[in-house]
């Protein structure tokens, strides 16, 4: 990415967040002054053999439940973190298809109510899942038996 893809991309989170920094500044003038400011100064360094370009130093308010530009330059780097190990699976398993899992609920009122319900949802389908994973015929297969767990911090059911 060169120098004016960079400053492109900033220029347009900054000013894609004018209204969002208005608000602070009027309710929490310290937090609206330092996101209004984020990104308003870059060191950048440039190999012109290479075309590369890479940002050195910079003032970012790290806010990024608030500021774009911050949770744009979060996002990428988790992206990579998870890039890497994405690349990493799939090498040592070509077989296997990775794939990304977003569970959601509609709204209620009790937040501690709305997580039971997802946590008896998903007791259900791991309950479901291993009456279909047992050699009886009344159980009909799911989905969720397709998905082979990888990741060493579940605690349950190897493959779901």
């Known amino acids: 990415m060169n120098t004016c893809d960079v400053l492109n991309r900033l220029t347009h989170h900054r000013l894609s967040q004018v209204a969002v920094v208005d608000l602070l500044k009027l309710e929490e003038p310290n937090v609206g002054d330092l ?7 870059l060191h950048m360094r440039e190999w012109i053999e290479s075309g590369e370009t ?9 806010k990024f439940l ?24 799939t090498a040592s398993a070509p077989h296997l298809i990775p794939a990304m899992i977003t569970l959601t609920v509609k709204n209620g009122p009790d937040l501690a109510e709305r997580l039971a319900h997802l946590k008896r949802s998903w007791s259900a389908m791991i309950a479901a899942s291993r009456k279909a994973r047992s050699l009886s015929n009344r159980n009909a297969p799911i989905e969720w038996n397709k998905v082979v767990w990888l990741c060493s911090c579940y605690r349950g059911d190897k493959h779901g």
């Open 35 to 41: 996101v209004g400011g984020c990104g308003s100064w």
């Open 54 to 62: 890479r940002l050195r130093n910079a003032n970012f308010c790290q």
């Open 66 to 89: 608030l500021c774009r530009s911050c949770a744009a330059r979060r996002a990428g780097k988790m992206v990579a973190l998870y890039a890497q190990k994405v690349e990493t699976v």
